[in-house]
């Protein structure tokens, strides 16, 4: 395809908001308009002022910008290891999306119809799996600490 785009999402435990799909790497500046516009509406209708955010470290989340914005705002933000991807929840929702999308009679042949596939394996998703990822972060973080830092189940 050649090609880029990046596709942003959360969740908690009870929804999801819909996707924002970038063109191209996404940049600070980019991230801060998806906080604005996405994050911040959805954090406060579903929170109001109860939110805890958890990204993956990528350079841009800690840009001066964008940790000053967190702040004003009031987000608290998940202290993560960058080393632990796979110990993100969000990471486990994709996969969910990826095999949902494998699992598709049609396949995508270009980039629009690759956004779209994404969309449509993303809407769907039960909230059950949601509530399944959230609920697993406590024993995660034991198993993590139980490996001191070594590999899990997860």
Not at 127 to 151: C, E, F, V, W
Request: with cysteine; net charge negative; glycine share 6%.
């Amino acid at each position: 395809m050649g090609s880029r785009v990046t596709i942003w999402g959360v969740f908690h435990h009870g929804g999801k908001c819909d996707l924002n799909i970038v063109d191209g790497n996404l940049d600070q500046y980019q991230y801060l308009q998806i906080l604005e516009e996405t994050l911040l509406p959805f954090a406060r209708l579903t929170f109001w002022h109860n939110c805890v955010y958890q990204d993956d470290n990528a350079r841009l989340h800690r840009a001066r910008r964008v940790v000053n914005f967190m702040e004003t705002e009031g987000i608290e933000h998940m202290e993560w290891p960058a080393v632990y991807p796979d110990m993100n929840h969000i990471e486990n929702l994709w996969s969910e999306v990826t095999r949902t999308m494998d699992a598709s009679a049609n396949q995508p042949t270009n980039l629009a119809e690759l956004q779209q596939a994404v969309i449509d394996a993303w809407q769907p998703l039960p909230l059950k799996t949601l509530a399944n990822l959230i609920d697993s972060m406590h024993p995660r973080i034991q198993a993590l600490y139980d490996t001191r830092g070594g590999n899990t189940k997860y």
